[in-house]
């Protein structure tokens, strides 16, 4: 079966401070890869997706950055935070989607971030 | 273009009774539905989706969602609430004939049940 890691569970970074945040999948191959950022227990905000290694779709412009240098490992990096890059962030996997498909996605258990 | 509107931000119903968590979308074509729930502080949880095919889909946990293209909602349903249900509800939604083959989330609807 497939499962979806994610660490650390929690974070206290000062401000300016670098970030890494890492996602692994397993037991599937070639997954679409998915960054969300969940403020206030809220909305979800997808920030990266990723259908290959290399291959990074930003979809909010800001200070945060991702990465997929393998299959199923997917990062999430900063080089400076900044206070509203506090949250919880989710990472997901899917199977890879195209026009007809109807899969669903598979979240990991989120890292809080809090940015003092 | 697709969206997803959840109009209630909390729902409150005691146990035993059935609730409803309601959600409407807006696709241009003819679209995917999903549900998911978040317990505190976890990830998101599939519990169901509609494809095609009968209106009426049942999922994990005893929900099940019914799903009215003339009203364009989909609606997440349970008989017999549970204080365990207490949790935040997502719906999400696919266009299939969109551009994007990202689902759109909702806000969320947070489901408190009541002893």
């Known amino acids: 079966s497939q499962t979806i890691h994610q660490w650390p569970a929690t974070l206290v970074q000062p401000v300016g401070s670098p970030l890494s945040l890492e996602c692994t999948v397993e037991?599937?191959?070639?997954?679409?890869l998915y960054w969300y950022r969940q403020a206030a227990g809220r909305g979800l905000q997808l920030l990266f997706y990723?259908?290959?290694?290399?291959?990074i779709s930003s979809e909010v412009p800001q200070n945060l950055s991702a990465s997929r240098p393998q299959d199923r490992q997917f990062i999430l990096s900063s080089k400076k935070l900044l206070l509203s890059d506090s949250g919880f962030y989710l990472c997901a996997w899917s199977p890879i989607l195209f026009a007809g498909s109807n899969n669903e996605q598979f979240f990991g258990p989120g890292t809080r971030l809090t940015v003092l | 273009a697709q969206s997803v509107a959840q109009p209630e931000d909390q729902v409150n119903v005691a146990e035993g009774n059935p609730l409803t968590v309601k959600c409407t979308y807006s696709v241009s074509g003819n679209p995917y539905l999903f549900w998911y729930v978040q317990y505190p502080n976890r990830g998101l949880q599939f519990l169901l989706k509609?494809?095609?095919?009968?209106?009426l889909v049942k999922g994990s946990y005893g929900f099940e969602a019914e799903f009215n293209k003339s009203q364009t909602s989909f609606h997440l349903k349970k008989p017999s609430a549970l204080v365990s249900d207490s949790a935040l509800y997502f719906c999400a939604v696919r266009d299939i004939a969109g551009g994007s083959y990202i689902p759109t989330f909702g806000r969320g609807t947070s489901l408190i049940v009541h002893p």
């Open positions: 990723s259908v290959g290694i290399g291959q």
């Open positions: 037991g599937t191959s070639n997954p679409n």
């Open positions: 509609y494809i095609t095919g009968d209106n």
